[in-house]
Nanobody
């Protein structure tokens, strides 16, 4: 089992930056994929970025060049650095860990004002 705790959300103006953190309850070294998803009101949850166990990363087209996913294996933490935020980035952001099962954090709200 994996417990995930997100932090770092908040209110920011368009063009601003935030860094989200996701701390896992156990080593992330062997977790197949860790990623960030988001869900805006009235919309489906969508993948934002993920990082594989060998360090490969992938981004949604809407965030490429603005968001960066990274990890600290020693701290069992995955980060999402978000720059040049736009109002359409407003959503609840969820951390995900994929092993043989899918694990989710409780989510952290990101609100970008215009």
């Amino acid at each position: 089992q994996v417990q995930l705790v997100e932090s770092g959300g908040g209110l920011v103006q368009a063009g601003g930056s935030l860094r989200l953190s996701c701390v896992a309850s156990r080593s992330i070294f062997s977790i197949n994929v860790m990623g960030w998803y988001r869900q805006a009101p009235g919309k489906e949850r969508e993948s934002v970025a993920y990082i594989t166990s060998n360090g490969n990363t992938n981004y949604a087209d809407s965030v490429k060049g603005r968001f960066t996913i990274s990890r600290d294996i020693v701290q069992n933490t995955v980060y999402l650095q978000m720059k040049n935020l736009k109002p359409e980035d407003t959503a609840v952001y969820y951390c995900n860990a994929m092993t043989t099962l899918n694990y989710w954090g409780q989510g952290t709200q990101v609100t970008v004002s215009s």
